[in-house]
């Protein structure tokens, strides 16, 4: 059972929009900056997103971040078949002196 | 460019040890600290442990705490996980990861390498 609760799958069709919500609590979402990482299968996990609504260096604009209170949300805009794999939210717990992650959630195509 | 490379990684029966490895590059080690993060086959990440850029603080998943001990040869721009008293479900990818500075708090990984998967059976 993962500390963030992200939704196991979200799906739509090529150019329109996903959003992948992730819960989590005050010591965690709710006191530390999210971040949030793509991973196609058989690869490491890359970063997309850190302190909540920035991209890393390469990453497209399609791609972004936001947080209130204890959740945080990626939305992928335009989507594309090469946007297909799992993502992950990630963060700080100050309770647990731990980074913790959400249980993933795999964005399918139409 | 950071590199970050996996080593050390197999099959091993329960209750014995393994020693993971990770060889940067591309960036000042010491200037960072560094984290493990697993992954078992279908599921999810898992933090394992962290070390502050000179050592002097660690931290560890309650799942692994007392059994995985983490540690840091920055002279040789390496960093381990000894890992004792494995058990079955310890059996995952094992990913080396960059923090963004030098201490133990961090929200976020920018860097990983690609993994060395240990399996945990007999």
Known sequence: QSVLTQPPSVSSAPGQKVTISCSGGNSNMGSNLASWYQQVPGSAPKLLIYDNNKRPSGIPDRFSGSKSGTSATLGITGLQTGDEADYYCGTWDSSLSAVVFGGGTKVTVL | ?122
């Open chain 2, 1 to 122: 460019e950071v590199q970050l490379v996996e080593s050390g990684g197999g099959l091993v029966q329960p209750g014995r040890s393994l020693r993971l490895s990770c060889t940067a590059s591309g960036f000042s080690f010491d200037d960072y600290a560094m984290h493990w993060v697993r992954q078992a086959p279908g599921k999810g990440l898992e933090w394992v442990s962290g070390i502050t850029w000179h050592s002097g603080a660690v931290g560890y998943a309650d799942s692994v705490r007392g059994r995985f001990t983490i540690s840091r040869d920055n002279a040789k721009n390496s960093l381990y996980l000894q890992m004792n008293s494995l058990r079955a479900e310890d059996t995952a990818f094992y990913y080396c990861a960059k923090a963004p500075w030098l201490e133990l708090h961090t929200h976020y990984f920018a860097s990983w390498g690609h993994g060395t998967l240990v399996t945990v059976s007999s």
